[in-house]
């Protein structure tokens, strides 16, 4: 009987030198696939990441720039002037989309993107500042070429104009920002199609932008890291008196 023992004895020591193997895959797994369920909950209510298409927000943010959005803006932290936003298009201010071929790369871009571990769909989006609130009236501008909320003049030290150029933006206007909606302007001023823009080529919508539009407001620049940093949203300017 002795041999036989033995023998049962090495396989049970076999199998039990096996296990830690066998532990240690099944915890990874558990691992991925926890960290997947947090990312997707953290995407779907928390932060998301999204990337710059175009020069629109230069110098503030440079094309194929990585953000980090807060979501918790606007429905539990209400928007700020000077906050940047990433809004969906409020109406034909992006050119229709390309459909995305379908093969196994697309695949898997649209499943990183669906737990937040890509930015597939940027494309969809846009990102500006909010400069004008509801209820508000914007005007584009003064002898000095500064923009004016409800009559008091701005001072931007995070717009782009051109050296020969003196306004805040191309063209005059003068609008009201209705309930429920946004005024939003990007700061390359000159390279922008913005509020002003859209407002000026006869938007059906008046170049404004529903709050409801809002996917959140961008708090950092995560890539590149030579450009890493916070992303503030200029109080001063939108705090004088009335404000």
């Not at 995070?158 to 309930?179: L, N």
């Not at 302007?185 to 938007?203: E, P, V």
């Not at 995560?222 to 503030?232: E, I, Q």
Request: glycine fraction near 8%; hydrophobic fraction near 40%; include cysteine.
């Amino acid at each position: 009987m002795m041999p036989a023992d033995n023998a049962t004895h090495r396989a049970r020591l076999r199998t039990r030198a096996g296990s830690p193997a066998l532990k240690f895959v099944r915890d990874l797994v558990v691992i991925v696939v926890i960290a997947i369920l947090i990312s997707a909950l953290l995407k779907t209510f928390v932060v998301r990441s999204f990337y710059i298409p175009s020069s629109s927000m230069e110098n503030t943010l440079l094309v194929n720039d990585r953000i980090i959005v807060n979501e918790l803006v606007p429905n539990l932290i209400p928007i700020e002037h000077g906050d940047v936003v990433v809004f969906t298009d409020p109406g034909n201010w992006l050119p229709p989309q390309q459909p995305v071929p379908l093969n196994l790369l697309s695949a898997i871009d649209a499943a990183l993107t669906a737990v937040g571990l890509s930015t597939g769909d940027s494309n969809n989006h846009l990102i500006k500042r909010v400069i004008g609130l509801p209820g508000e009236t914007v005007v584009c501008c003064t002898s000095t070429g500064q923009l004016t909320i409800d009559d008091v003049p701005i001072g931007e030290p995070y717009i782009q104009v051109p050296d020969a150029q003196s306004r805040a933006t191309k063209s005059p206007f003068a609008v009201t920002v209705p309930d429920g909606k946004l005024w939003v302007m990007g700061d390359n001023r000159y390279n922008s199609a913005d509020s002003a823009f859209h407002y000026l080529n006869g938007s059906l919508e008046g170049g404004f932008v529903p709050i409801s539009s809002v996917v959140g407001r961008a708090v950092v620049v995560s890539w590149p890291a030579k450009h890493w940093g916070w992303l503030g949203n200029y109080p001063e300017p939108f705090t004088p008196t009335g404000h």
